[in-house]
């Protein structure tokens, strides 16, 4: 980068001195050059410089005409010079330099081009050397350097999968596959496919069971340039993935991926439980109830709710206290049970309704430090079970026990 920057800044002044003719014009251009200056011998004699190269050494330019870089210079870099003066001028081919030097209390860094001059006064060979402060270029040559470094260890480091792809459309721009261009090494232990097989290689050759649907994402995010997350299943590797997809740019699109299979096997596991405990509330021949700290019905469920002439989930969002206010005059212990219940303590309660016996137990919900958030609580219908208990009192009494 360097490089390139110093060849911007003195590429027409190269092509010029290369063919001067005459060192007058030489030292000319050289002094009016906003850059450090100057033309050295072969010996490393100094034989013109400008102002801006002799304040680099805190003198003016007549106090270091003539005498050798040795006198200025510490003698390893003066030596490195020299010899790279004497390529230049050997080989007819400019030399280029980088590094840092001190100054007084300043190090800086420099790019110092060697151009051999044609001709030049007495004879001997001599060089134009102009050197470029680029330690601004150079802080952030290093600070790219280190930014690239960071994400290259992020990107290997990373649990979750990376993907880079270039999406592959039809005449009429509709995609039809993608290209795999990067991945990191997460992505092979995660979907056991080895970076070097994909790379440069398309989706249908690598998943031939990749559904059309999942390209047709892919391209909409790469088109578009909107991310997206979403779930999905993949055939070859036999898990499921969550994806977090979007665009860097127009036609390319990047995944980030984590292997979702056991939390999803979980949930399907947990959903078939869901399904068979609904089915058993749903056709157990109780009803059954849960609430909220405040009362608020959240469950109704059970076949024992049609002989209280209710419908399952019909209730559902009503306070307890508002269904069973009128009733609170003739079956106190109702509500009363379920204060108790609500303030954390289990209940067992009969109550008769009518012709009805109905057996209760009330078992309070803890959360957090022990806090009640509600209850579950059943009604069971009794009446034949009271019947026959009164039936066998009434025999006990007939045969005199």
């Known amino acids: 980068m360097a490089r390139e920057y110093i060849g911007k800044i003195m590429g027409n002044k190269k092509v010029r001195v290369e063919t001067l003719e005459n060192e007058e014009e030489c030292r000319a251009l050289l002094g009016n050059c906003p850059d450090s200056s100057a033309i050295l011998g072969a010996n490393g004699r100094i034989l013109f410089l400008n102002s801006k ?23 390893k870099g003066a030596l490195f010079t020299i010899a790279n003066l004497k390529k ?25 081009t060697l151009t051999p001059m044609k001709k030049h006064a007495g004879g001997e060979g001599a060089v134009m050397a102009i050197s470029v402060d ?3 270029l ?11 470094q960071k994400y290259k260890n992020l990107f290997n480091e990373m649990s979750e999968g990376f993907t880079l792809h270039r999406i592959i459309t039809d005449k009429k721009g509709k995609p039809i ?46 088109l578009s340039g909107k991310p997206a997350r979403f779930v999905a299943y993949s055939h070859e590797a036999g898990k ?46 109780l009803a059954l109830f849960a609430l909220d700290k405040q009362g608020i019905i959240t469950l109704l469920e059970g076949r024992g709710l049609a002989g209280l002439d209710m419908l399952p989930g019909e209730l559902v969002g009503k306070s307890i206290f508002d269904v069973y206010k009128n009733m609170n005059s003739k079956h106190p212990e109702i509500l009363g049970n379920i204060r108790l ?19 209760s137990f009330c078992e309070p919900v ?32 007939d045969i005199g026990e």
């Not at 007819?92 to 330099?97: A, E, P, V």
């Not at 068979?276 to 021949?285: E, G, K, M, S, V």
């Not at 022990?370 to 025999?395: D, F, P, Q």
């Open 341 to 359: 219940a609500l303030d954390g303590n289990a209940r067992h309660y009969e109550v008769n309704v009518g012709d009805l016996w109905y057996e």
């Open 88 to 112: 230049a001028i050997k080989t007819s081919r400019g030399q280029h330099l980088s590094g840092y030097a001190n100054f007084g209390d300043t190090s800086k860094c420099y790019l110092t």
């Open 177 to 222: 596959d993608y290209f795999f261009n990067d991945a990191n090494p997460a992505f092979e232990s995660i979907t056991g496919l080895k970076r070097v097989q994909i790379i440069g290689e398309t989706a249908r050759k690598i998943l031939p069971k990749i559904e059309k649907t999942l390209i047709e994402k892919y391209g909409k995010i790469a």
């Open 134 to 136: 680029i330690t601004g």
């Open 366 to 397: 803890f959360g957090e430090n022990r806090k009640v958030i509600g209850l579950i609580g059943i009604y069971n219908n009794i009446t034949g079970r009271k019947k026959s208990e009164e039936m066998m009192l009434a025999i006990k009494k």
């Open 53 to 75: 190269c002799a304040g680099l050494f805190r003198k003016s330019p007549p106090q270091m005409l003539n005498k050798l870089i040795w006198d200025f210079m510490p003698v």
């Open 240 to 285: 499921w993935f969550q994806i977090n997809a979007f665009s860097p740019q127009r036609g390319f699109f990047a995944t980030l991926f984590t292997d979702i299979t056991e939390l999803k096997k979980a949930e399907e596991a947990l959903e078939t439980k869901g399904r068979y405990l609904n089915t058993i509330i749903r056709n157990a021949p």
């Open 138 to 148: 150079k802080n952030v040559e290093e600070k790219l350097h280190a930014s690239e």
